[in-house]
């Protein structure tokens, strides 16, 4: 579980709790990716450990990789947007999501139109409010060390991001062909801002919400002084991993690609 550490000078709530899992897909005709040109998308995906109020969900990070951290400073240029491309009560049709509208392979070469997404981290992750702001904490469950993909994806062994919701109307980087259906409750939260804390965490149950990630800290407890248990995998997060497995399955009988070996290994695929 996660939960604050005694430390009286921080005023520190938790919002939610669950697991986390990374993943990336190569451009096509890539088919050993070195650097972040040679992605076409990264992705993360939460499973909270309420599955009964709240929603699965896929993310899809702006530039491919997440937010430089700078230890003690948040910096504004440490940042990236990411946006929710899929929610579902069921674990595995998040997973479904990263494969879904991919058109059959190309005959006659059998090549596949659009590439493997692969698995690049999973363990858990925390949402929680510091004081005005809220804060996106995870702890790598594996890879247990970190390798060339973690290091040029920006996935630490743990880490802090401060992370605030867009309201729909205000620009961003991110042009996104719809906007989230927020009930009038969460639309009023705005109340004039461009930006505000992800509190309730209910802002990330719809799809199209748009969130920044601003780089906080390399050391959950060293900050916010929460403990995450990297090992706990809840419900949600097994289903999704067994429909990873089967994908992987069916990735490496068809098409010998390796779908979880840059988390086994820290290694490209």
Not at 118 to 144: C, F, I, K, N
Not at 153 to 164: D, F, G, N, T
Request: proline fraction near 10%.
């Amino acid at each position: 579980m996660a939960r604050p550490s005694p430390r009286k000078e921080l005023d520190i709530r938790l919002l939610e709790t669950g697991n986390i899992i990374f993943f990336y897909r190569p451009r096509r005709g890539v088919l050993h990716p070195r650097s972040p040109d040679d992605l076409e998308r990264a992705y993360f995906a939460l499973f909270p450990d309420d599955q009964e109020h709240h929603q699965n969900r896929l993310f899809i990070v702006a530039h491919a990789v997440f937010p430089a951290i700078i230890p003690g400073a948040a910096l504004p240029s440490e940042r990236d947007w990411a946006f929710i491309a899929d929610i579902s009560r069921e674990p595995r049709e998040v997973i479904e999501a990263l494969e879904k509208n991919v058109p059959a392979p190309s005959p006659p070469s059998g090549e596949r139109v659009r590439p493997w997404a692969r698995v690049a981290g999973e363990g858990r992750y925390a949402l929680a409010r510091h004081e005005d702001h809220t804060h996106l904490v995870y702890w790598l469950h594996q890879p247990e060390q970190p390798g060339e993909v973690q290091q040029v994806l920006q996935i630490h062994p743990e880490a802090s991001y401060i992370i605030a919701v867009k309201q729909p109307f205000a620009p961003s980087e991110i042009q996104l062909k719809e906007k989230p259906g927020y009930p009038e409750e969460l639309v009023r939260m705005f109340d004039g801002h461009g930006w505000i804390p992800v509190d309730p965490p209910d802002f990330l149950d719809y799809r199209w919400t748009q969130v920044l990630l601003i780089g906080a800290e390399p050391t959950v407890e060293t900050e916010l002084g929460i403990h995450l248990d990297p090992t706990v995998e809840n419900a949600a997060a097994k289903k999704a991993l067994d429909e990873l497995r089967a994908e992987a399955r069916e990735a490496h009988s068809r098409w010998h690609v390796e779908l979880f070996e840059p988390m086994c290994a820290g290694r490209w695929e």
